[in-house]
């Protein structure tokens, strides 16, 4: 993926991209091994701590020995577990007798987005998720990786159409633990005996391993886990390896160590597999919220790589200035909103900032508005920096970045190219 904006803009600006590529693999596959943490804290009753070390082990090893050939054969399997093993739960939990009918009161749990502010946030994040899901290598590893490019269109869109099917159980799931009495299981939150009849807050983010536990019987809460498992395995390795693999090409290869021979870009690849692994790791135990870091991997990737991907798809204006002017514009409005999960506070308090239940909270669509301004920052300092070369208001010699007057006829590639 950062192919493009290397040849374009240079080895060492492109590179500049890989960070928030980084980030965004690293936040979503913590985001997953947490989520695999929870659901065997729940069904087989283990520390939660220790399954996310041994799924993460398990995980890195298999792509540390397979590489590509092993996330490839291994995410068929996975993926007919995670079908079978969804649909097969949501049955056996839908007609439980400890659970009404969720056709009676679907607002009971459809729920509510709220006022104007809620919905600015809401369309912010629904924005974020479905924009910041484009620029990711471990998609474009897969479209690269097809014999054909009419092979690699169709694959995208069974994809999309294949996620829309895949989403119905985890809804139908929620539904159904919506629509519980759990004061008739025995589900004890805390442990000290006392039941509530609704999940409470802080639980919410084992709906999933509490429904397969508490409302199947045992051999399906298994089938559930195994499906969970898969899930979480197929997307980690998958993360895992595009990272180590952005690193060992674009980074090392390209910018580092020209040079490299193969069996060197290899054992640095693996090095990072094991670091991408670790990192992963260290965030899924620190921060709880599932939900907050599936949001946190698309952030910097909506807001940075999004606007630059299709600049430099479908830009031919654009240069390495406006691409430089666009990554610090970009980065900063963001990092001016803070993130409470991280810790980081917020230098700026946008349109209706607010505090809920003491956390900061920006209800103004920054992440939006970032995103545009990068993308105008692109465009504009392109155009202007061309403009004043172009019309001799600035001289040939301060073309520092050689992207407008001073271009190499041939931009230097690695040996192998």
């Given at each position: 993926m950062l192919?493009?904006?290397?040849?374009?803009?240079?080895?060492?600006?492109?590179?500049?991209?890989?960070?928030?590529?980084?980030?965004?693999?690293?936040?979503?596959?913590?985001?997953?091994?947490?989520?695999?943490?929870?659901t065997l804290s729940v069904i087989l009753e283990i520390d939660m701590n220790a399954s996310v070390i041994i799924s993460a082990c398990i995980a890195v090893f298999y792509t540390f020995t397979g590489g590509l050939y092993a996330v490839a054969y291994t995410d068929v399997v996975q993926l007919f577990c995670i079908f079978v093993g969804l649909w097969v739960c949501v049955p056996?939990?839908?007609?439980?007798?400890?659970?009404?009918?969720?056709?009676?009161?679907?607002?009971g749990w459809i729920g509510s987005i709220?006022?104007?502010?809620?919905?600015?946030?809401?369309?912010?994040?629904?924005l974020l998720l479905v924009f910041g899901g484009i620029p990711w290598q471990v998609y474009f590893q897969r479209v690269l990786s097809s014999k054909t490019s009419s092979g690699a269109q169709k694959l995208s869109f069974v994809a999309g159409v294949g996620c829309i099917v895949m989403a119905i159980p985890p809804a139908l799931i929620g539904a159904i633990a919506k629509n519980t009495d759990w004061t008739l299981t025995d589900y004890i939150p805390y442990g000290n005996g006392t039941k509530y009849k609704d999940i409470p807050h802080g639980k919410t983010n084992m709906v999933v391993p509490l429904v397969f536990q508490y409302l199947t019987p045992r051999w399906v809460s298994f089938i559930g886990l195994g499906a969970v498992s898969a899930a979480v395995m197929s997307s980690a390795d998958s993360s895992v390896l595009s990272a180590a693999s952005m690193f060992a090409h674009n980074i090392w290869k390209l910018t580092i160590r020209p040079n490299a021979s193969d069996r060197e870009v290899i054992i640095i690849m693996r090095v990072g597999?094991?670091?991408?692994?670790?990192?992963?790791?260290?965030?899924?135990?620190?921060?709880?919220?599932?939900?907050?870091?599936w949001y946190l991997c698309a952030d910097l990737v909506y807001v940075i790589l999004f606007p630059q991907l299709v600049c430099v798809v479908y830009f031919k204006g654009s240069n390495t200035y406006g691409c430089l002017a666009g990554y610090a514009v970009g980065l900063l409005l963001r990092l001016s909103g803070g993130e409470p999960m991280l810790g980081l506070p917020a230098t700026f308090h946008y349109p209706m900032f607010d505090y809920v239940d003491g956390v900061p909270q920006q209800f103004?669509?920054?992440?939006?508005?970032?995103?545009?301004?990068?993308?105008?920052?692109?465009?504009?300092?392109?155009?202007?920096?061309?403009?004043?070369?172009?019309?001799?208001?600035?001289?040939p010699s301060f073309d520092l970045l050689k992207c407008v007057t001073n271009v190499p006829l041939?931009?230097?590639?690695?040996?192998?190219?």
């Open positions: 192919d493009p904006f290397q040849i374009k803009y240079g080895q060492r600006v492109g590179g500049l991209m890989f960070i928030p590529a980084l980030l965004g693999e690293t936040f979503w596959s913590a985001a997953i091994l947490s989520a695999l943490g929870a056996a939990a839908l007609f439980e007798n400890k659970t009404e009918d969720i056709s009676r009161d679907p607002e709220g006022g104007f502010r809620e919905n600015t946030l809401w369309w912010d994040n629904m597999i094991v670091a991408v692994g670790v990192m992963a790791t260290l965030l899924a135990l620190t921060i709880q919220s599932i939900y907050g870091l103004f669509p920054f992440k939006s508005m970032a995103m545009a301004a990068c993308f105008a920052t692109i465009i504009g300092v392109s155009k202007l920096s061309v403009h004043l070369f172009a019309t001799g208001r600035l001289s041939v931009r230097p590639h690695s040996p192998s190219e």
